[in-house]
């Protein structure tokens, strides 16, 4: 009985995982086996060609455009510290975007042709300063709202290095806005929270789920099974 168990449980938790608003990926292979659909693959570098080293909002990237409250709330990067990862935000030495989310301030991520799940690499600001401080937002929370009005929040990893978030919202949206929820707590005095993207990964649809009629079906059957199980120990 007890694998029988953890086959209802498992059945129970799916069920329960598919009735959240957002669900959150930390893991980019798991994320994308949730995806189906046209997909696109975003790394940044090709657009080096086009937008030079250094470029502020708005730009495009692939099906997004990326627009902001001011031209220094977002700028792409590209090359400009490539042996030194994590200065400014860069994530892994190539191109990326520096969100520099202030008091108040925003960056939208919008698609004409809309997405179900979009996933990104991120990396919080850090550096090191002449006098050998350190100014940082490390482990700072950025909150996120769609156009269809689902919202949540993340964190930036608590130390220097990259790490991976994905979102998968209930349906297909058009716009996602960043903001930051520690603006007036960032651990430097700097009143905004900054963190570079890279390699975002967007799926128009996401794999279809099990009804609740065919959860109830799956939970019956699993029943059934049990049952005859026991007749069978008993005779």
């Known amino acids: 009985m007890s694998k029988l168990w953890a086959a209802t449980a498992a059945a129970a938790c799916l069920w329960a995982g598919q009735a959240s608003a957002v669900t959150t990926f930390n893991d980019r292979m798991t994320f994308a086996s949730h995806g189906q659909g046209s997909t696109a693959f975003l790394t940044l570098n090709s657009l080096q060609d086009t937008l030079g080293d250094e470029r502020p909002m708005p730009i495009s990237v692939g099906p997004l455009e990326i627009t902001a409250d001011s031209p220094t709330s977002a700028y792409y990067f590209a090359g400009i510290h490539a042996a030194h990862p994590g200065v400014r935000g860069d994530v892994d030495g190539s191109a990326w975007i520096q969100m520099r989310l202030d008091l108040g301030s925003w960056v939208t ?13 991120m990396r919080p600001y850090y550096n090191v300063n002449d006098d050998g401080s350190i100014t940082h937002d490390l482990g700072e929370t950025i909150y996120y ?19 991976f978030i994905g979102l998968m919202f209930n349906g297909p949206v058009h716009s996602i806005t960043f903001s930051s929820l520690d603006f007036y707590n960032t651990p430097n005095g700097n009143g905004s929270s900054w963190f570079g993207v890279d390699n975002l990964h967007l799926f128009a649809s996401a794999a279809p789920v099990p009804e609740p009629t065919s959860l109830a079906m799956l939970l019956a059957g699993l029943g059934t099974v049990g049952l005859l199980a026991r007749r069978r120990r008993a005779d």
């Open 145 to 163: 709202e769609t156009d269809t009005g689902e919202n949540g929040s993340f964190k930036l990893s608590d130390s220097n290095t990259s790490s």
């Open 109 to 121: 991520w919008s698609s004409a042709s809309g997405f179900q799940l979009i996933g990104f690499d």
